[in-house]
C-alpha cells in the first residue's frame, strides 16, 4: 500500500499539478494530492509496528521519524532554490517533486521484493 500511494501521489503531481491553471485544477489537485499524500505518510508508523516486538516500536518509529526529519530540513531550501532558479514559476519544482515521489515508490517495491525474495505474492 506504501508503494501504491506514493506512486499516486507521484501520478497526481506530474499529471495534475504541472497542467494546473485556475482555481479549479488547484483546489482539484490539493484534495486528491491530500488524499493520496495523507495514506503513505500515515502508513509509516503502522508498518513499523506491524514488524517490530512490543519494546522495540517506540524506537524504532523514532529512528525512522529521525532519519526522515532531515528530508524536511533540506527540502524546502530546494524548493525555494528551484522555484527562484524558474524566476517564480513552479514546474521545475513540481518535477522535482513528482520525479521523487516516483523515485520513493520504486525504493519502496525493490526493498519488499528484495525482502520477499523476489516473490510477488510472497507475504512480508
Known sequence: MQSLWCLVAGIIVLALGLPANGNAAYITFAALYGFASGAYVSLLPAQMAQIS??????????????????????????????????????????VFAGVMLMTG?????????????WQILKRV
Do not use: H
Open 105 to 117: 515508490a520504486f525504493m519502496f517495491t525493490f526493498t519488499r521484493m528484495y525482502i520477499a525474495d
Open 53 to 94: 516486538k512490543v519494546e522495540q516500536i517506540g524506537v524504532r518509529v523514532g529512528v525512522t521519524f529521525a532519519c526522515t526529519s532531515f528530508a524536511g530540513l533540506i527540502g524546502n531550501p530546494i524548493a525555494g532554490a528551484i522555484v527562484d532558479a524558474e524566476n517564480g514559476s513552479y514546474w521545475g519544482l513540481n
